[in-house]
């Protein structure tokens, strides 16, 4: 089993900001498109953000795109989430998944790996 990790996620305020990373125990990703969903209490699972391997192909969901980045970094085979304006509703646990192929889309069943996720709370 191919372990996936989240880090960053945490207790802000509403304005504020936070980064979220996301690596694995092995280079998995190494090849594989990797995004970003979100699971709030009570709520179906929502995307959040996808990039492709090569950097490219990338999607946000609509209540985050122009505040949230999502980017990868080669040389350590890390994919950040850069969170900002983060609202109250955006409170959920953050997971990242690994992609089935090169490029992910928006959809839960196009990735194969996920992590257990980290814990964000955007308070009023």
């Known amino acids: 089993q191919v372990q996936v990790l989240e880090s960053g996620g945490g207790l802000v305020q509403a304005g504020d900001s936070l980064k979220l990373s996301c690596t694995t125990a092995?280079?998995?990703?190494?090849?594989?498109?990797v995004g970003w969903f979100r699971e709030a209490p009570g709520k179906e699972r929502e995307f959040v953000a996808t990039?492709?391997?090569?950097?490219?192909?990338?999607l946000y969901g609509d209540s985050v795109k122009d505040r949230f980045t999502i980017a990868r970094i080669r040389a350590n085979d890390t994919v950040l989430l850069q969170m900002t304006g983060l609202k109250p509703e955006a409170t959920a646990v953050y997971r990242c998944a690994i992609g089935l192929r090169a490029i992910a889309g928006r959809q839960s069943d196009e990735y194969r790996y996920w992590g257990r996720g980290t814990q964000v709370t955007v308070s009023s």
């Open positions: 092995k280079r998995t990703h190494s090849g594989n498109g």
């Open positions: 990039i492709g391997w090569s950097g490219g192909n990338i």
